[in-house]
């Protein structure tokens, strides 16, 4: 690899890097040789993650070398330097403890890297396995819902009492793959692997039966680069838990451009009337049990029952001190400064100086409970739980009051009526609690509270980094950072690759404007669609189309579908739409892909949301992106209290500092940075081509189109008449095509958050036929898939979403009879009948009570196909971690409605616990269980 020399840092790079990228890397090197902080914008696509990487190890690489120096020690070859790094780990472990490690002692500095998300993380891994310095060692944290293995923990389903479970097990010696971690963590086959990403930890705790949590808190102390979500770092709750030494370290935050977002969430907390409520519910029942059991292994025998008397007595006088608080009717939003909150606690005798204290009886308190899984205490402590949270999260800054006063605000709102909360409060109600349902919110409107939490740890220096940051001045004086180095960087593409345009008007000359008063407009829809189909036409491979939200979008496809619009657009390229749940969605991206790289179709479509998970962390590269529709521009809630605070918030900081934005541009640059965004993901290497299509006349306002990205603004041409667009892209496209190198290889399948299994992928679990005709719709309940090229042929409903309460597929609002589905196409002005396909069932044979395990899962294989192997794999982790209801969640979309009466035969082979369960589940589908079950 070619070795390039940056600052008198040595780099190896897998290329010859363009300027852009030196200059970049350049910026990263002299931020970590002055131990300063670095704010860096180039954007996506320029190689900005690789960049990273190998500038700021190759600086570590080489102060490695000059401690080694220093300190008269040989100077170690690469391939032996972890090696010798553990040893003498070894030798100062022996001789003066743990808290020396070889790291420490040499003055070596830890990378921490971090991201948005694990998916994010999972790339850059990937870049640094493909780099020269793959031989550096490598961890990821992750969560207990991520890495922890045991079938007991994992079987809770909740979340914060699964955390109180493990701990409880940790505290008496009960957890035996965390009882392993130490005498494993030194063996080789755990550290032959310098990169060990949460995939592979996983493997390898399954295998070793060790626990992967544990153990990747143990290697985090001998790694050179750390790779951690970057709330872990922000949020005090997390940071606490995973117990992140930032000390000495460097760290950097990729994707940056979230990082206010995150530094202002992760220090605000809400917490309702009917959570104290039940907190003090569950104290009350501690207290009762700690006053009458004699049973000692009943009983938490290091908590006092005065303790508890204590904590209830807090707890009502918090509940008395919210429920008496005067709320102005007239107000548009009822709020209080942040130092609010302190007047508040301090009427139930809670303050800075005892707050730990409670803290920490309410953590013996919720483990105790998390023992409990039947009785009257079973599943108890969650209250208690966000209780302590609350507190954690209150008390967690060290700024003065006066400063808390300004940069917070106490929010206080009574709940809506609807909410399901509220049948819990009643209940309570009725016992003398609260008279008000009331909501306290504790936000925080800057992030510098959140960068604090980093740069009063002693770091060594602090680099964020995006495509999108600009305008970095604001940024900068958001967070509260002194920043001596400062970058942004031009793209790397020329201006025959990419097309962008600002389209005013529709197809039939309807103006294009999705502001919240026009977006209901019929007129207006009925355009935007229209005018999409033309669109798709021209556009080769994959179309991403962004709305401003779920409903606009939700709307838009009910409307198109009703007027035929949809179909028209389906018979150019299957379409997608992005669903909320997770499952869902990574589905509906395998299915994205592998149309795209159908040679037999036109490519597909994906419809998703600014914010939403398309818009970042997944690379469109090549074919599977070629353009980009934005057809809003997705404003935050105007409304909404917490905007409308923060708008406050800012143009009084303005007023102090002109550095600030005000509040109105901040709520501009929200929309702008999320575009942004969006449109980052089409053009992704220097040979990538794409176009950019705007349609919405607002676009054309120059304060939103001076904060596009900076290398995007001279690339920006408003379309006068629609005929223009219509010539101007068909001739884009055809010029790419011939003066542009062909991808080098077939359409990249992006990889996939760590949710979805890419062995599943390959294996044909996720079977999508190219001769269906069927439509994705992102419904909470159901998730189709949608093909062009309608044909008599039937296709496989075992590979598609089915909905959740009756099993049948769903599309758009046709009618389904006799297993039939009835489909009229709008264009060639026929009616194809897609029959769904029903294979051959001994429905007899599979009935059969006396048929052996090994019979029912021939019998399974031969009707579910493609789908068996998922159905088993399902069926193992049930057997693992002795879940039923994730296990009939994942297993009822693999059974096509037809052959529901599979499940029938599994009756024998659910544990008598769950039989229950079972018999609930079968009900949907007028099934029951045999008798002599």
Known sequence: MPMIELKGVPVEFPFEPYEIQKNYMEKVIECLQNETTAVLESPTGTGKTLCLLCASLAWLQLKKTQLQLQRSMPVIPNEQENEFLDKLNNELEKKIGKIATGRSFLGLPTIIYASRTHSQLSQ????????????????????????????????????????????????????????????????????????????????LGDKHKFCPYYMTKELQQRSDIIFAPYNYLLDPIARKALGLNLNNSVVILDEAHNVENVCENSASIEIKASDIALAIEETTGIMKLVSETVNFNDSPQDIEPEELATLKEMLLNFEKALD???????????????????????KASINAGNSYVI???????????????????????????????????????????????????????????????????NSWLAKGGP????????????PGFGMDMILSNNIKALILTSGTLAPLKPFISELELKVTVQLENPHIIGSNQICVKILTAGSDGEPLNSSYQNRENPRYISSL????????????????????????????????????????????????????????????????????????????????????KVSEGLDFTDANGRAVIITGLPYPPLKDARVVLKRRYLDQ????????????????LEASRAVNQAIGRVIRHKDDYGAILLLDQRFNNFRIKEQMSKWLRGHITVVGKYSEIIRDLSQFFRNALKTLPAPTAKPFINKLPSTFSDDSY??????????????????????????????????????????????????YSNKRENSEIIQSNQIKKKKYIVQTKTLPVDEEKLLDPKQSLSEYVAMVKKNLGSNFQAFIDELTAYKEHNDINKYLDKVDPLVPSNLKYIFIGMSKYIREMHKDTFKTFLKRYNLSMPEDL
Request: aromatic letters at 10%; one cysteine or more.
């Open 124 to 203: 850059a891994m990937q870049e640094l396995k493909r780099s020269s310095y793959s031989h550096m060692r490598a961890s990821v944290l992750g969560s207990r819902d991520q890495l922890c293995i045991h079938p007991e923990v994992m079987a809770e389903p909740d979340r914060g009492l699964r955390v109180q479970m493990c701990r409880m097990k940790l505290a008496t010696r009960m957890c035996h793959l965390y009882n392993k971690v130490d005498r494993l963590k030194e063996d080789h086959r755990i550290n032959d692997s310098c990169i060990i990403d949460i995939e592979d930890m996983v493997k």
């Open 653 to 668: 900081c303005h007023a102090k500092d002109q550095d600030y934005l005000r509040g109105q541009d901040w709520y501009s």
């Open 435 to 446: 008279t008000k349902n009331r909501i306290l919110c504790f936000w925080c409107f800057s």
């Open 324 to 346: 008496e608080i005067v709320l102005n009717k007239t107000e548009e939003v009822n709020n209080y400064p942040g130092d609010f909150i302190f007047e508040l606690l301090e």
């Open 359 to 425: 803290i920490a009886l309410i953590d013996k308190v919720v483990q105790f409970l998390s023992t409990k899984n039947d009785g009257p205490f079973a599943r108890k402590g969650k209250a208690l739980q966000l209780f302590s949270d609350f507190l954690t999260i209150v008390f967690a800054s060290k700024a003065t009051k006066e400063k808390v006063k300004w940069c917070y605000k106490v929010h206080i709102r009574e709940e809506d009526k609807s909410n399901k909360s509220k049948k819990v409060l």
């Open 529 to 612: 669609g229209r005018t999409i189909v033309n669109l798709t036409r021209i556009i080769p491979n994959g179309l991403l189309i962004f709305f401003p939200t779920y409903p606009v979008m939700h709307k838009c496809q009910s409307s198109w579908q009703e007027d035929g619009i949809w179909s028209s657009i389906s018979s150019q390229k299957a379409i997608f739409v992005e669903p909320r749940e997770k499952d869902a969605f990574n589905t509906a991206m395998a299915g994205y892909y592998e149309k795209v790289r159908d040679p037999s179709l036109k490519g597909a479509i994906f419809m998703a949301v600014c914010k939403g």
């Open 762 to 811: 390959k294996t044909g679990n996720l079977n999508f036929s190219t001769q269906s005709s069927i439509s994705l719709s992102s419904d909470s309940d159901c998730s189709v898939i949608s093909n062009p090229g309608c044909s008599n042929a039937g296709f496989d409903l075992m590979s598609v979403y089915t909905n959740k309460e009756n099993g049948l597929v769903r599309i």
